[in-house]
């Protein structure tokens, strides 16, 4: 199981996922402690073998990803009516607005349930050197925080809804003119 230490600042807890190949399911075993971990809502998990830890890296990465486009998307969609010419708006903000409601709805699909979209990597050298790094046989291992992301999904959801409104009543208006 992840290994938990005491030296760290409290009420944090931190599972420690260590790279030791002892039989040929090595890589199962540090996927299965990476989970545990998840599951147990570790404050602070340290993954040493690198292969895994890449891969969640990359995997929060494209959250964050698809979580920035969706709001970004949404906010100019809902902004490009306001600072640009009314023929042109309809060019920028429909399919930024289509964009963004397609990035929360994929994120919310994807990565709403996922325990990994509970977590950031740490990147921070001051952080870091609070933790037990020194005790670890991997050079670069990966860092990654539990952080809550209640407003964070509101903000996405709620900018990517009145986007996704914004673009129907476009559309609705463009409908009713044509008929």
Sequence with gaps: M???????PSPSDC???REVYDGENAHEHFEFQLEHALEA?????VIEP???GDETARWITVGNCLHKTAVLAGVTCLVS???LPSR???????????FS??????????WQFDPCCKYQVEYDPKKLSRLPLHTLTSTSPVVIVRRDDKYRKRLHNVVALS??????FKIYQWWTQCW
Excluded: H
């Excluded at 809502?41 to 998990?45: G, L």
């Excluded at 409601?101 to 994807?110: N, P, R």
């Excluded at 986007?163 to 129907?168: D, F, H, P, S, T």
């Design 2 to 8: 992840a290994e938990r230490v005491s030296d760290l």
């Design 15 to 17: 599972a420690i996922i």
């Design 41 to 45: 809502e570790c404050q602070i998990i």
């Design 50 to 52: 690198s292969k895994i």
């Design 81 to 83: 009516p306001l600072m």
């Design 88 to 98: 042109i708006a309809n060019y920028v903000s429909l399919p930024l607005g289509f």
């Design 101 to 110: 409601v397609s990035c929360a709805s994929l994120y919310g699909v994807s």
């Design 163 to 168: 986007a996704g409104v914004y673009c129907g």
